[in-house]
């Protein structure tokens, strides 16, 4: 398998994709592929720059026995669809302004909900304003299986 870069990216880079990044490197090292596929998270706002993730983000990794440590809150970058090979937003207004600034290139920037049209969702809801972390982990690990599936499978 060639390496593989993943961005995950949501508003504030401090609720759902630092949780998608986490989980899914959790999948990804118990899948043996942590020398292949590479995960980071940024935000479309910066409004969090240089801030750890949520304390909410955190106690729902920490519950499922997922590492938080070492992580910086930071905005996407111009250049970041030279550098992943993926992009994954959490809902339709991270998608359109990553379509705004890269252009739309459906087949490497897309909803992580798109990976699971069974789940009856359509965007990864935002626990900033919802506060249940426990919905937005259970979507988040569903899709990191799918999209683990969809890269080594
Ligand atoms: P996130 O959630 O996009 O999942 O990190 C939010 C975090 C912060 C704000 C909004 C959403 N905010 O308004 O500061």
Redesign the pocket.
Known sequence: MKPQQILFV?????????MAEYVFRHHVKQAGLGGTISVASA?T?G??DGENM?KGTQKALAAHGINHSGFTSSKVKPDDHRRFDFIIA?DDNNLAELERLFGRQPEKIFKLTDLIPESGYNHVP????TGDFEETFRLVDVGSVALLDKLAG
């Open positions: 949501c508003l504030g880079n401090i609720c759902r994709s630092p935000g706002s409004w969090h949520h959490m935002d626990p900033w304003y």
